[in-house]
């Protein structure tokens, strides 16, 4: 009675194995840590909507904090992506005004990914303040860099939305991953995917660092 749902479990487990090797590969072998400097011309809600997408460092931030979310359960299902967002436009600001500088920024977003790797992979039950807290801090400094570059887009207030509604779409699918990993083997998958990122985080803080 009990073999068909055991190896239902495994054919999942190696399921999702299969996607944390494909994370782990996709994004130990990208090319740069400093994907948000873009070049050329920048268009609308198109060039905002794409830009999170295109930022290796920002897309695992992005998702870190649906999965931190999903996996502590709770308000922070929703109190964690839908600070992300809010707090970025305010980081935007800072960055159309300049008031901090692009090097410090760079390294507080790689030690983003590897701090929200880090404690999705220790599977930390923060108390909501504190997390909320923390999130707040990373994404004022995610939020910099496309403030810098959103003046200089054809439509800057579209391409804001852009990237707030992009970064919306991130965080739910994070959000779906760790809700979809959670059950099987007691969140080790959720937590083994933490460590990938905080490794990959590791990696562009090292960049930042020496770049």
């Given at each position: 009675m009990t073999l068909p749902p055991l190896k239902s479990q495994m054919?999942?487990?190696?399921a999702m194995a299969r996607i944390i090797a494909f994370f782990i590969a996709a994004f130990s072998f990208a090319p740069s840590a400093n994907a948000h400097v873009m070049d050329g011309p920048l268009g609308g809600f198109g060039s905002g909507f794409g830009h999170p997408l295109a930022g290796f460092d920002h897309l695992l931030a992005m998702l870190a904090v649906g999965?931190?979310?999903a996996q502590m359960g709770g308000r922070s299902v929703w109190t964690l992506p839908a600070t992300f967002p809010l707090i970025m436009c305010l980081g935007g600001v800072f960055g159309m005004l300049g008031l901090l500088p692009e090097a410090p920024v760079q390294i507080g977003i790689a030690l983003s990914v590897l701090v929200l790797g880090a404690v999705i992979a220790a599977a930390w039950r923060a108390p909501e303040w504190l997390a909320l807290g923390l999130i707040a801090v990373f994404a004022v400094l995610h939020g910099v860099p496309h403030g810098?570059?959103?003046?200089?887009a054809a439509d800057p207030a579209a391409f804001t939305v852009g990237f707030v509604v992009s970064t919306g779409v991130i965080h739910v699918i994070g959000i779906a991953i760790g809700a979809g990993l959670k059950p099987i083997l007691r969140g080790k998958l959720v937590q083994a995917l933490g460590a990938a990122i905080a490794a990959t985080g590791l990696w562009f803080l090292v960049q930042a660092l020496i770049g």
């Amino acid at each position: 009675m009990t073999l068909p749902p055991l190896k239902s479990q495994m054919r999942r487990s190696l399921a999702m194995a299969r996607i944390i090797a494909f994370f782990i590969a996709a994004f130990s072998f990208a090319p740069s840590a400093n994907a948000h400097v873009m070049d050329g011309p920048l268009g609308g809600f198109g060039s905002g909507f794409g830009h999170p997408l295109a930022g290796f460092d920002h897309l695992l931030a992005m998702l870190a904090v649906g999965l931190w979310g999903a996996q502590m359960g709770g308000r922070s299902v929703w109190t964690l992506p839908a600070t992300f967002p809010l707090i970025m436009c305010l980081g935007g600001v800072f960055g159309m005004l300049g008031l901090l500088p692009e090097a410090p920024v760079q390294i507080g977003i790689a030690l983003s990914v590897l701090v929200l790797g880090a404690v999705i992979a220790a599977a930390w039950r923060a108390p909501e303040w504190l997390a909320l807290g923390l999130i707040a801090v990373f994404a004022v400094l995610h939020g910099v860099p496309h403030g810098i570059l959103a003046p200089r887009a054809a439509d800057p207030a579209a391409f804001t939305v852009g990237f707030v509604v992009s970064t919306g779409v991130i965080h739910v699918i994070g959000i779906a991953i760790g809700a979809g990993l959670k059950p099987i083997l007691r969140g080790k998958l959720v937590q083994a995917l933490g460590a990938a990122i905080a490794a990959t985080g590791l990696w562009f803080l090292v960049q930042a660092l020496i770049g």
